[in-house]
Structure formats: C-alpha cells, structure tokens
C-alpha cells in the first residue's frame, strides 16, 4: 500500500502489542469500538473515494490482521463486529469464488424473496461477478451509505445460505461430510444476515457504535 495511506488506525507497536496482551474485557471493547469508529471515519472523510478503494484492496490482498482480533471479540451488533462481519465475508468470497458462485446462484432460484435483488449480483453470476460484488459492498461501507451496505451484505448473506443449505440436501446421500461442512457454513451466513441486518437498524437510529 502507498505510503500516504499505511494500515488503518496502526497504533506504535508497544501500545498494540500491551493492548493485546491485556486481560482487560472492558479495554479490549473500548479500543475495537475506538480502531472502528477511528476507521470509518479518516476513510468517509474522503470525499474522492481514494481512500475507500485503497482500504479494499490491501484488505483484499494483506488482511486487516493488526486488529483482527479486537473485533472478532465484539458484539454482533455493533460497529466493530459490522466490519468484522463484512471483511469475513470478502476473505470468504475471494478464497473460493467458484464456491460462493455456484451457492449464490442456488441460492438465487431457491429463495422466494427479493434477497439476490438487493444484493445486486447479475445474473448469472459467476466467480470473478461475485468477487466484485462483495468488494463493491465494502466499498460502499466506506464511501457510501454505510445501512444500505450493510443490508446489501445481509441479503447476500440470505442468497448464500439457502444456496449452501440446498447444495447440502444435494450432497447428503452420497457425501455427507462435505453436505455437512455446507449446512454450517449456511447457519454462519444466517447468523451473519441477522447480524448485519441488526446493525443497519441500528446505524438509522443512530445508536450502533
């Protein structure tokens, strides 16, 4: 990444590396909530949307690991554990494309609602469309309306399980662990819909941080 925008919020590294070592549950929410809010806010600030397209790309190529951990901790609805949600949902995507393509377009037929609409995919939708929507939805987060990226997320979320959930009813009779691996990957999508979900509800009314 370009030396005008190094690793967000990147703290001294006696000041992290304490942080991290400390024990303190109330110090831990306190900075993942502080790291967040000081994130979202130097890449909003942006108006070119420089900053945002820089933020996706390094943490689509490098992660986010400096403080990776201090949101895996948050609550599920709540600034931090938002992006949390939304950076695992890009590594996902961009770790098996082919994956993530095939359970969205299940997905897409199976579900009788509006889900695959607003999540905005085309149809179909394959690898390379699917690692470009997911980075348009973070991208969005950063630079646009954070609730709209956040319900767009969710949505994806919805298509993604009942496409795992229906590709697992496929595999149970003759590969059951791999039908499985699928039905728990579909329960953490649904679980990450309903957060993300949460979290737009509470970004509108102002009280998500």
Not at 86 to 97: M, V
Not at 163 to 176: F, I, N
């Amino acid at each position: 990444m370009p030396a005008e925008f190094p690793r967000p919020v990147r703290r001294p590294p006696e000041t992290f590396d304490n942080l991290l070592g400390s024990h303190d549950p109330a110090e831990q929410t306190r900075m993942a909530h502080a790291t967040a809010s000081a994130l979202l806010a130097r890449v909003r600030a942006d108006d070119s949307g420089v900053s945002a397209d820089r933020l996706v790309v390094y943490a689509r190529e490098h992660g986010i690991d400096e403080i990776a951990e201090l949101w895996a901790k948050s609550a599920a609805v709540s600034l931090p554990g938002a992006l949390w949600r939304l950076y695992l949902l890009q590594a996902s995507i961009h770790a098996d494309p082919a994956l993530s393509a095939l359970l969205h377009e299940r997905g897409r037929v199976e579900l009788p609602s509006v889900d695959a609409l607003v999540a905005g995919a085309p149809v179909p939708a394959g690898p390379d469309e699917l690692v470009a929507l997911i980075d348009t939805i973070l991208h969005g987060a950063f630079a646009g309306d954070f609730a709209i990226a956040l319900e767009r997320a969710a949505a994806f979320c919805r298509v993604q399980a009942s496409g795992a959930t229906h590709v697992a009813d496929d595999y149970e009779p003759t590969e059951p662990h791999r039908a499985t691996a699928l039905t728990a990957r579909a329960a953490r999508l649904s679980g990450y819909a309903r957060d993300l979900a949460a979290s737009a509800a509470s970004w509108r009314d102002g009280s998500l941080n």
